[in-house]
C-alpha cells in the first residue's frame, strides 16, 4: 500500500510539473533607444545599433522584436531602465497598443504592425512578421477607443485606437486563405509556425507526431512493465524492496530521457 502511495505521489509531482511548465512570466529588458517611445509600442531592433530598438513600423516588421510596457510590469527584468531605455517585453502578456486599421480585432487574431508607427492590427493576407495574440476583441466602439484618422495611400479613412492584452510570441506568420488547405488541425499548425518561426510544412508535422506517439508508447510500456515487476516483486520478497525502489527510479529516468530526445527531435524537425 505505502508503494502504491509513492507511486501515486511520484506520478502526481510529475503531472503538476508539466502542467505548471506553460505558465509564462512576463519577461523583459532595457534596451536604449534615441528618442521617447510610448507604453505599449511595438518596437524593432535597430540595425544601426547593436542593444537598440526603434519604434516598429512597415520599413523594419522584418526585425519587430517585442513591446514595451512600464519597468514595473514585468514578472521578471533583467536590467533596470536607465536614461535613454525602455523595457521591452519579449515573452508573456502585455497591454499592446492596437488599431482597426486591419479591420476589428478577436480573440486568437495574430498582431502585426500597422500603418500607423508603433501601432499592432489584425495580420492580412500573406507573408507576414507577428508580435503575438490578442486576449480580447477591439473594435471601433471598445471601451477607451479613440478615433484618428490616417491615409493609406489610396485616400483618408478614421480608425480607432486603443490597448488589448496580447500574449507576446514573436513569430513569422503564413496566411493560408485561398491556398491548399493543411492536412492538420488549425491550432497544431499554429502552434508550429510559433515555434518553428516560420511557416512549418504538414509533412515535417506529421513526422513530428509520430515520433511523439512512439516516444509516448514506448514510455508508457517502460512504466507500466517497471511498475508492475516492482509489486510482484516487493509482494513476494519484501526484504528487496529498496532495490526494486532504486530499479524503478532507474527505469523513470529513462523514461525521462526518452521523452527529452523526443522533444529534442521534434523540435529539429518541425524547426530545420
Known amino acids: 500500500m505505502k508503494l502504491k502511495q509513492r507511486l501515486g505521489l511520484i506520478v502526481g509531482t510529475m503531472l503538476a510539473l508539466l502542467v505548471s511548465a506553460p505558465a509564462w512570466a512576463s519577461l523583459s529588458q532595457g534596451y536604449a533607444t534615441t528618442a521617447p517611445i ?8 535597430d540595425e544601426k545599433s547593436s542593444g537598440s530598438v526603434v519604434t516598429a513600423d512597415l520599413t523594419n516588421t522584418g526585425r519587430l522584436f517585442g513591446v514595451v510596457v512600464p519597468p514595473s510590469s514585468a514578472s521578471i ?3 533596470g531602465s536607465g536614461s535613454g ?9 502585455a497591454s499592446v497598443l ?5 479591420g476589428d480585432i478577436h480573440v486568437g487574431d495574430y498582431i502585426t504592425i500597422s500603418p500607423i ?3 499592432g492590427q489584425k495580420v492580412g493576407a500573406g507573408s507576414s512578421r507577428v508580435v503575438g495574440t ?13 478615433k484618428r484618422t490616417i491615409d493609406d495611400g489610396t485616400s483618408k479613412r478614421e480608425v480607432a485606437i486603443g490597448q488589448i492584452p496580447v500574449v507576446i510570441s514573436v513569430s513569422t506568420y503564413t496566411d493560408t486563405q485561398g491556398k491548399q488547405p493543411y492536412v492538420v488541425p488549425t491550432w497544431l499548425q499554429s502552434l508550429s509556425n ?3 518561426g516560420k511557416a512549418v510544412s504538414p509533412v515535417r508535422i506529421i513526422m513530428a507526431g509520430i515520433i511523439l506517439i512512439v516516444a509516448l508508447i514506448s514510455v508508457s510500456v517502460l512504466l ?14 519484501p526484504l528487496s524492496r529498496s532495490s526494486v525502489l532504486r530499479g524503478l527510479l532507474q527505469v523513470m529516468a529513462i523514461a525521462a530521457g526518452i521523452l527529452g530526445l523526443a522533444t529534442g527531435a521534434i523540435y529539429l524537425v518541425i524547426a530545420r
Not at 85 to 93: A, C, F, R
Not at 98 to 102: C, L, N, R, S
Not at 224 to 237: L, M
Open 38 to 45: 510610448p507604453v505599449g509600442s511595438l518596437v524593432a531592433l
Open 77 to 79: 527584468s533583467l536590467s
Open 85 to 93: 531605455q525602455v523595457q521591452v517585453v519579449t515573452s508573456g502578456t
Open 98 to 102: 492596437v488599431t482597426t486599421a486591419g
Open 117 to 119: 508607427a508603433g501601432v
Open 134 to 146: 490578442a486576449q480580447t476583441d477591439f473594435t471601433a466602439s471598445s471601451e477607451g477607443a479613440t
Open 194 to 196: 510559433t515555434l518553428a
Open 224 to 237: 507500466y512493465g517497471a511498475v508492475r515487476n516492482s509489486i510482484i516483486s516487493i509482494g513476494r520478497n
